[in-house]
């Protein structure tokens, strides 16, 4: 243990990127603060390394873009990163009556977007139908956005600014019945239906009429981001966010412990936090403690005490790449540039996605997995060497969806390798030339790839059976009278506060949960940020 102190005002258990949110802002309002990290390095999700062997090509290894990380928290803090925004938003690779079609949305040519919808369907009224669906839906956003870094509302408190008929229906949509009632009113075509679809699948075991209303609650955090729900590259991969905040703490005189796993919480007016190090055990007091991790991690962790915490199965593969070309397709009329530009859409129809749903929940691999990829160096080369750079070599990350941490558990590298051949095997379908074939070779003479199954993300990470939201996602308001009011961060004790993505509003890269729980410590010690 480096100099510090026996005794701090917070200690937070977990250096990624919304423990080091709460901490800034904690440090910057005079708090004395530790962070403990179990990794030998600060960020969790939220890095950018170079994954493969005498390869010069950083990746964004576990999150890949940003769209929740509010401004205001970057301007509070004067973070120093950037995101831009990407030319395409999306491409998705189809058959249709035997020919390979794609449908393409574009950022910056809404004129190429209307004319692939076109060849696509056969004429303009799926585009149109596609754009209410997102007026209906960034109705919404605008409205729940600047919600979340404020107390909870009450449902009836959040619902009253729902007004007119556009924001009504939007509200019914997303909040009151499964999310495929409307998206079936609206749109027609399965891939379009799919295209819309799939942010409600994003990580977690769910179909269009779940009656749990799951699908609704994640699909609304993929939608909200900035007002507008666009999803941007971080300039710098996602590690850059980890970095600007390390900057950040460390200026504020945030005292941090890297390789530092905590082994035991006991609360008490001064709580104490046990963690070891270097295999020696360090013992710490704090009037705060702030948990950053899983809310069943942290059960374990705590002594005489219990929380609320449920493990909510994971079911996401992610796949790590370097090209040293991008691949040809096989739909006529596009470049792999506009193809790879922005995400590219694998196997995501709508009713492809419930038959593989359906799969998953047997306890199989699905038999077309769906997944999507994205390309970080067409929008943001810096993260390449120049000699990459100018060889025209680029990183695909692969997010796949239904892969349950169950298929892993009897043996898990077996059935990572057999589910990323299978992904493999799905992209190529698209491809006028295999992708291996593309792929870079590391110093060894190895492919460029890796995979990471849930359980992977378990052991890396921390996430619970590889749950990328550590437990799932809730409604940005609550149905708890007494919950009304609070920053969604409270536990049943009155120093222990909840500053990750088991928080009320939390999961994915957003900040929130770790700003709403240094509000709450500043509450109680009656100061302002």
Request: hydrophobic share 40%; with cysteine; aromatic share 8%.
């Amino acid at each position: 243990m480096a100099a510090g102190q026996s005794k701090y005002d917070v200690v937070i258990v977990g250096g990624g990127h919304n423990g080091l949110v709460s901490a800034a802002y904690l440090a910057k309002a005079g708090l004395s603060v530790l962070v403990l990290e179990r990794q030998p390095q600060l960020g969790g999700a939220v890095q950018t390394v170079q994954v493969f062997k005498g390869v010069e090509a950083k990746l964004s290894r576990y999150s890949y873009l940003l769209s929740l990380f509010p401004r205001q928290i970057s301007a509070d803090l004067g973070l120093k990163f950037e995101s831009r925004r990407r030319s395409i938003a999306s491409f998705t690779p189809t058959v249709r009556n035997g020919q390979h079609m794609g449908l393409l949305i574009s950022n910056d040519d809404e004129g190429a977007t209307v004319e692939s919808f076109r060849q696509l369907t056969g004429n303009n009224s799926e585009y149109l139908a596609y754009q209410r669906f997102n007026r209906l839906m960034e109705t919404f956003a605008q409205k729940v956005w600047p919600t979340l870094l404020h107390p909870l509302q009450s449902r009836a408190e959040m619902q009253y600014q729902f007004t007119d008929d556009l924001a009504l229906e939007s509200w019914k949509m997303l909040i009151e019945e499964p999310l495929g009632i409307g998206l079936e009113r609206i749109l027609h075509d399965d891939r379009v239906r799919g295209l819309a679809f799939t942010n409600a699948k994003i990580g977690i075991l769910t179909h269009p009429h779940d009656p749990s209303l799951l699908q609704n609650r994640t699909y609304l955090y993929h939608i909200i981001g900035q007002g507008t729900g666009e999803w941007q590259i971080v300039i710098g991969g996602m590690g850059a966010i980890s970095i600007a905040l390390e900057h950040t703490v460390r200026e504020a005189g945030v005292h941090i412990e890297t390789s530092a796993a905590v082994q035991h919480i006991h609360l008490g007016n001064d709580s104490t936090v046990e963690y070891t190090q270097a295999d020696q055990t360090h013992t710490v007091q704090a009037k705060y403690v702030l948990s950053n991790v899983a809310p069943s991690v942290l059960n374990k962790l705590l002594v005489d005490a219990t929380i609320p915490a449920y493990v909510d199965e994971g079911a996401v593969f992610k796949v790590n790449m370097v090209l040293k070309k991008l691949p040809r397709l096989k739909a006529k009329g596009y470049t792999p540039e506009q193809a790879f530009n922005g995400t590219f859409h694998m196997d995501e129809g709508y009713k492809a996605m419930q038959t593989s749903y359906d799969q998953a929940m047997q306890g199989l691999i699905p038999d077309q997995p769906p997944g999507e990829m994205y390309c970080q160096t067409m929008t943001d080369p810096s993260t390449l060497s120049p000699e990459l750079r100018a060889k025209g070599y680029q990183t695909i990350t692969l997010f796949g969806l239904d892969m349950r941490a169950k298929i892993f558990e009897a043996d898990n590298a077996g059935t990572r390798d057999k589910v990323m051949k299978s992904y493999m095997k799905a992209i190529d379908a698209y491809l006028e030339e295999p992708l291996e074939d593309c792929l870079a070779l590391d110093a060894d003479g190895q492919p460029c790839i890796e995979a990471k199954s849930p359980l992977d993300l378990e052991a890396e990470l921390g996430l619970p059976q590889g749950n990328i939201f550590h437990d799932n996602m809730t409604w940005p308001f609550t149905d708890d009278a007494e919950q009304v009011g609070t920053w969604g961060v409270e536990t049943a004790y009155p120093n222990l506060f909840i500053c990750g993505s088991g928080a009320v509003r939390g999961g994915c890269v957003s900040g929130v949960p770790g700003h709403n729980a240094a509000m709450k410590v500043l509450e109680c010690e009656g100061l302002k940020p």
